[in-house]
């Protein structure tokens, strides 16, 4: 049992390059989560999913899009790439919402450079 | 809207002391809150959670939390801290639509000296 899987672990783009980020869940999880972590501002939700084929704009999220063809598949994808951008990504997923609620399975992250 | 305000960015404290971590949320309606911790290099972890009934809520690694309505707190303490419990700890409530969508405070970093 994987849990949440993201993929690349690491990477460091150009400014302009595209990029797609992988997270993937064995786990049947109906709802799934793009989050930026930066230094001091906690984590920063950027796209979320309540279902497959559905998404959803989060807090921050210009310069990203996502899709969700399969329940335990969301892509995150940047289209050009830019220094802002740099930030460690991390997928999140949950069986259910509140009331019933367990809180998130986190992936253990995806560390993105933009030069 | 809720947010989530964590009051120190860094704590540090010696082996064996108590630790009480501080997070104060804002929300006009019923909420659910979270302590996560992360350790170096990793994602994070679910520490505690508070859904409903008992306001003192423990959890793993001798942590515990309690929610504190009136003062919209739901602070983090362990009564004797170990090295092991170095970590940045983040504080969570949710937003009450249908989206279960987190939203995390800064981040407090506990630095535990030998």
């Known amino acids: 049992n994987a849990g949440v899987t993201q993929t690349p672990k690491f990477r460091v783009l150009k400014t302009g390059q595209s990029m797609t980020l992988l997270c993937a869940q064995d786990?049947?999880?109906?709802?799934m989560y793009w989050y930026r972590q930066d230094p001091g501002m906690g984590l920063r939700l950027i796209h979320y999913?309540?279902?497959?084929?559905?998404?959803a704009k989060g807090e921050v999220p210009d310069g990203y899009n996502v899709s969700r063809l399969k329940k335990q598949n969301f892509l995150l994808g940047l289209e050009s790439a830019a220094p802002s951008q740099t930030s460690v990504y991390f997928c999140a997923s949950s069986y259910s919402r509140p009331p019933r609620f367990y809180g998130y399975t986190f992936g253990s992250g995806t560390r993105l450079t933009v030069v | 809207a809720q947010s989530v305000t964590q009051l120190d960015s860094q704590v540090p404290v010696f082996e064996e002391a108590p630790v009480e971590l501080r997070c104060n949320y804002s929300s006009s309606v019923s909420v659910y809150l979270f302590w996560y911790v992360q350790y170096p290099n990793q994602g994070l972890q679910l520490l505690l959670k508070y859904l409903s009934g008992s306001t003192l809520v423990k959890g793993i690694n001798g942590f515990e939390a309690e929610f504190n309505k009136s003062q919209t707190s739901f602070h983090l303490r362990k009564p004797s801290v170990h090295i092991s419990d170095t970590a940045e700890y983040f504080c969570a409530v949710s937003d009450t639509s249908n989206t279960g969508k987190l939203i995390f405070g800064q981040g407090t970093t506990l630095q535990v000296k030998p």
């Open positions: 999913s309540v279902g497959e084929g559905t998404t």
């Open positions: 786990m049947n999880h109906e709802y």
